[in-house]
């Protein structure tokens, strides 16, 4: 018998936050893609459009951590209708040492919506300009909100935009960034103008047309895309791009087949990008100057999700979370 720790969402919100150790966290796994050590099958991924819905599963070995987790992330977008959420999912943890199962972590995807945020938290370490004084975000949902709030811990900014095709969505989402961090925060009705008054801008969108521009780029600017994470989508015009002075991908293969990288190479863009954890890592250079323009896509890796999910049994097991069972 061996005893396996069974986490709900309560439990993981109780222990887990959106806070500097999970950045840290998340930041360490991008290092250790870096090293090449980390063994990451591609992302299986499937497309339902019959129910409007997609299911992506990801996992990650990384070196040196007591586990590695195997994600199921279903996404059917017609359940709000339902009067259920739009986004699921949990985590299974298992022994790095012995392959036995350690947790079953039945999240709902709340360690998924942490691990995101906080890696856009760590582009934004890395690769935003030193000083911000404005954010902006593209789109309206929970990683609107969520990847502000992570952005805020490492480039405290005193100011927030928001855009949304909805504009009482955006104007919500902006009253609930205000109240998080503590910041001015306002919807507004021109995204051109979102950009051209902000130094860091993230897009949170899953658009399958271009919702930002490259002739809204000005230098100083960075963005971060993590909207995209399904071949079809397209946050970016393929032409910013190419004017960026810097292009970052999470991981270059995904991104080639997922991300941003997808529309850019059918759009003749040649360049083969530095992935994030190679800029942490030193072994490629990052932002050269204040006035660089740079952008950073993130598809989600599951280096990130074994990441989260060792943390999260740590913390709970520190916490006293949870339920045990015996299997």
Same mark, same amino acid.
């Given at each position: ?6 986490l ?18 998340v ?8 090293s ?7 992302? $299986?991924?499937m ?42 999912? $949990? ?9 036995l199962?350690?947790?079953?972590l $039945?999240?709902?995807?709340? $360690?998924?919506?942490?691990r ?12 935003a ?27 405290p ?8 095709r909805?504009?009482g ?9 205000a109240a998080a ?13 979102l950009?051209r ?13 271009p ?13 971060t895309a ?11 015009d ?8 810097l292009?970052?991908?999470?991981r270059?293969?995904?991104?080639e ?16 990008p ?15 100057a ?6 950073c ?23 006293g ?7």
């Amino acid at each position: 018998m061996r005893d396996i720790s069974v986490l709900t969402e309560r439990d993981l919100r109780g222990c887990v936050h959106l806070d500097r150790t999970a950045v840290d966290v998340v930041e360490q796994a991008f290092r250790a893609l870096a090293s090449g050590k980390v063994v990451m099958p591609p992302i $299986l991924s499937m497309d339902l459009p019959d129910v409007h819905g997609e299911v992506d599963v990801k996992t990650a070995y990384i070196p040196g951590f007591a586990g590695f987790a195997i994600k199921v992330s279903p996404g059917f977008f017609n359940n709000p209708k339902l009067g259920l959420p739009s986004l699921n999912g $949990l985590m299974i943890l298992f022994s790095a040492q012995t392959g036995l199962v350690d947790a079953l972590l $039945l999240d709902n995807g709340y $360690l998924t919506d942490v691990r995101t945020a906080a890696a856009g938290a760590v582009a934004a370490q890395h690769l935003a300009p030193r000083e911000v004084t404005t954010a902006g975000v593209i789109g309206t949902g929970v990683q609107a909100r969520l990847q502000i709030i992570a952005a805020h811990l490492v480039r405290p900014f005193k100011k927030v935009l928001v855009w949304g095709r909805d504009a009482g969505k955006a104007t919500a989402c902006a009253r609930d960034i205000a109240a998080a961090i503590g910041v001015e925060a306002s919807a507004t009705d021109d995204p051109a103008a979102l950009v051209r008054d902000s130094q860091l801008v993230v897009t949170t969108t899953p658009a399958r047309e271009p919702v930002l521009k490259a002739e809204w780029l000005h230098p100083g600017l960075h963005i971060t895309a993590m909207g995209s994470d399904q071949a079809g989508k397209n946050e970016i015009d393929p032409a910013a791009v190419a004017k960026a002075d810097l292009f970052v991908c999470d991981r270059l293969s995904q991104s080639e087949k997922l991300g941003e990288l997808r529309s850019a190479r059918a759009a003749g863009f040649k360049p083969v990008p530095p992935e994030l954890g190679e800029i942490i890592a030193a072994a490629k250079p990052g932002r050269r100057a204040d006035g660089d323009i740079t952008i950073c896509d993130l598809t989600g890796t599951g280096a990130q999700d074994t990441a989260i999910a060792t943390h999260a049994l740590a913390a709970a097991r520190k916490a006293g979370a949870g339920a045990v069972i015996q299997a």
